[in-house]
Nanobody
Framework: QVQLVESGGGLVQPGGSLRLSCAASGFTFSVYAMAWYRQAPGKEREYVASITGSGSGANYGDSVRGRFTISRENAKNTLYLQMTKLRPEDTAVYYC??????WGQGTQVTVSS
């Protein structure tokens, strides 16, 4: 069965960096585009970034463009999100998704001094 397991979240100070990982299993990872979304308390789920199956193309939400980088390592069935210049407003649960069907359980990112 399809599984998406996020890791790498935690507490970080403003201006800091974190790298999230998403381990995928149960499907041919390299065939599918993948994406990251996030949800802050009391807010709707927000698109963060997406990447093509080959990794050759990526798109970003306006709020993270220039600070976050999505990437993937198909040989390891793993999706990444490198987050830099973190702000308190980046605080949210971050979800890995195979768009339109499967979601991970999420990993908490808290940006606070």
């Amino acid at each position: 069965q399809v599984q998406l397991v996020e890791s790498g979240g935690g507490l970080v100070q403003p201006g800091g960096s974190l790298r999230l990982s998403c381990a995928a299993s149960g499907f041919t990872f390299s065939v599918y585009a993948m994406a990251w979304y996030r949800q802050a308390p009391g807010k709707e789920r927000e698109y963060v970034a997406s990447i093509t199956g080959s990794g050759s193309g990526a798109n970003y939400g306006d709020s993270v463009r220039g600070r976050f980088t999505i990437s993937r390592e198909n040989a390891k069935n793993t999706l990444y999100l490198q987050m830099t210049k973190l702000r308190p407003e980046d605080t949210a649960v971050y979800y890995c998704t195979r768009p339109n069907d499967y979601w991970g359980q999420g990993t908490q990112v808290t940006v606070s001094s």
